[in-house]
């Protein structure tokens, strides 16, 4: 297959450089004289000018797909759009170049951005206290339910057990078996909802608390949310919040009210920080009262006006991250809701689900809808009705790359075959929505006339369909070095 | 139309059972293969431990899911199929020859009595493609 962009390994040629240094001014030595064994001789670095290096790179940017260029209905599951002004904040050079183990005196302007973000973190979500340690949402689901470990062990009470229904994150029963726990499924009901019956008769004295995604992979609040709570408390167990998918009710609903015991908070989904390429993510959890003192040391603390890091926690599960997690993204977070304010999240919040069941109302009839409840800020719809014409909803994603416009995450969640889950998020204009809309519509047209077409897509990208079964099964990333290279590096 | 041997038994979660006296081969449907597309890592249970029935007995992973394929009939891990470490993919290819994935010694003959037939099973995957 022909590459439509050279690696940096092709484009090198020997004696390039985008740097020159002062000429040396202490004796030469030989590192394989000095490290012996341990010195890995020629690095076969790249050798490129500096304007070489810029090229390559803006061509792969123009190349590849990206949130800054178009449609993305991976919504913020994934990648919503980051605005500008979360990375003009982070850039600042007191918060770009801050040390973290600068003395407290003179970090009090990095410490209340982290005390204040706590602050409209526990306001937004209704619960009593917040770690920001966590790198990721992953991560704090861990935490999370490390703190209720604690808290059990703390009672004396032998609960192993952790229920998790079949709608919930596919990270969920993971942290449950990580954290020593064992992780019970629960099955939805025709809604796609949790069933207070069903979560009753599972709820024995050994389970130790219940994890819910709400609203859940399908897009479905929990209509029973604070039943679901109640029925768990009355036998002595907590709950968590996977707060995943906060970006559907920010300003609207705070969990902390309806009961939720604990919940981690992605910020690099509802709070607009980058991932999606690797991160760095940033997944704070809040807890209330029970939980509090179980929460990773330090948290920040303010007296008077001067804030401080709190180590005096003598519960505490203890660190989750070195230093103060992710400080960059906690930055762009701070900056985010301070520019929205309290009604600007809950216009965001309100523009989500409109736009999510705007688009349904276009789709529907073009594909199926299998579970019919009220969709918040996405809307999962199944490519089952073009299996008769031979099409699978792989298909239909790889065509909408033709259309310019990115997929939506499909095969997930499981509970729906041939899943497309599709999140516009809050910016999109009602012009970007009909758009998709229309690309789904041609390529449902397209399946019955042409299905060919679809199998054969994408022929427009600069890539055609990968071969990913391969991909997986014969994993490869390293750059194949020349064999004098490789006989080199191993000398 | 997925392919469904007569001479095999089958359980309502895509599992395929060819018994062989007191032991059992096990592996997933032709249409369970399909559903799941390309199958790049396969992962099965130690040899010797014993398995409950409906229990996980390994784990599939395929292009655009993870899935567990559970035990049909509970019993002891007899053998494995290793030669799906380096080709999984043979799970595609041939799922009720090459794409075997364990053998079980039956630790409950009565058990085998609650699979469905061919018949039974072709009604069922007949539902999940109309789905």
């Known amino acids: 297959m022909s590459q439509p962009e050279k690696s940096l390994f092709e484009l090198s040629s020997p004696g390039r450089r985008a740097w020159s240094l002062p000429a040396l001014d202490v004796p030469e030595v030989d590192p394989k004289q000095t490290f012996k064994d341990s010195a890995r001789g020629d690095n076969h670095l790249p050798e490129l000018s500096e304007v070489d290096i810029a090229r390559h790179f803006a061509r792969l940017s123009a190349l590849n797909h990206h949130v800054d260029k178009g449609f993305y209905p991976l919504g913020s599951c994934t990648m919503k759009y980051n605005p500008k002004v979360n990375e003009k904040a982070c850039r600042i050079q007191g918060l770009a170049d801050i040390h973290p183990m600068l003395p407290r005196k003179a970090a009090q302007g990095a410490l209340r951005i982290m005390y204040e973000l706590a602050e409209f973190l526990k306001e937004i979500v209704g619960m009593d206290a917040v770690t920001l340690q966590p790198a990721a949402g992953a991560h704090g689901e861990l935490t999370g339910i490390m703190m209720i470990r604690k808290y059990f062990e703390k009672r004396r009470e032998d609960r192993l057990e952790v229920l998790v229904p079949d709608s919930a994150h596919g990270t969920n029963p993971a942290s449950v078996t990580v954290s020593g726990f064992k992780s019970v499924q629960i099955k939805s009901n025709d809604k796609g909802e949790i069933d207070p019956a069903e979560l009753d008769r599972a709820c024995t004295d050994c389970v130790a608390c219940l994890m819910v995604t709400n609203p859940n992979t399908l897009g479905i609040f929990e209509p029973e949310v604070k039943k679901i709570c109640d029925i768990m408390h009355a036998k002595g167990s907590l709950v968590y919040l996977d707060g995943a998918n906060l970006n559907a009710y920010t300003g609207i609903h705070r969990p902390g009210d309806a009961g939720f015991d604990c919940m981690h908070i992605n910020l690099h989904k509802t709070f607009s920080t980058p991932h999606g390429g690797g991160g760095p993510g940033s997944g704070p959890v809040a807890v209330n009262r029970k939980l509090e003192p179980f929460l990773p040391r330090p948290v920040v603390r303010k007296d008077g006006d001067r804030y401080r890091l709190d180590f005096n926690r003598p519960d505490s599960i203890g660190r989750v991250l070195a230093f103060n997690g992710n400080f960059g993204v906690l930055v762009r977070a701070w900056t985010y809701i301070r520019m929205l304010g309290a009604d600007g999240l809950r216009d965001a919040a309100e523009a989500a689900v409109l736009n999510a069941n705007y688009v349904r109302a276009g789709l529907e009839g073009v594909f199926d809808l299998p579970y019919k409840e009220r969709s918040l800020h996405e809307v999962v719809f199944s490519g089952s009705n073009l299996k008769k014409y031979g099409v699978k909803t792989l298909d239909v994603a790889k065509r909408l790359l033709d259309h310019g416009l990115h997929a939506p995450t499909v095969y997930f969640p499981l509970i729906v075959p041939e899943a497309l889950m599709i999140e516009p998020t809050e910016t999109e204009s009602i012009e970007s929505c009909d758009a998709f809309v229309q690309a789904m519509k041609s390529i449902a047209e397209e399946a019955a006339t042409d299905p060919d077409a679809l199998r054969a897509a994408p022929r427009k990208t600069p890539v055609r369909r990968l071969d990913e079964a391969r991909a997986s099964r014969e994993l490869d990333v390293r750059y194949p070095l020349t064999e004098d290279a490789v006989g080199d590096t191993e000398a | ?131």
């Open chain 2, 1 to 131: 139309m997925a392919n469904i041997p007569k001479d095999l038994k089958y359980t309502k979660t895509h599992e395929w059972v060819r018994v062989e006296g007191e032991n059992v081969t096990t592996g997933v449907t032709d249409f369970a293969q399909s559903e799941l597309s390309d199958i790049v890592y396969v992962d099965i249970n130690t040899v010797g431990s014993t398995v409950s029935r409906n229990e996980p007995i390994g784990t599939i992973e395929a292009v655009k899911a993870v899935a567990d394929m559970n035990a049909p009939v509970s019993g002891e891990v007899l053998e494995a199929n290793t030669a799906l470490q380096t080709e999984p993919a043979k799970v595609n290819q041939d799922p009720y020859g090459e794409g075997w994935i364990a053998r079980l010694k039956l630790t409950k003959q009565e058990e085998l009595d609650d699979l469905l037939d061919p018949a039974g099973y072709a009604d069922l995957v007949k539902k999940s493609e109309h789905h």
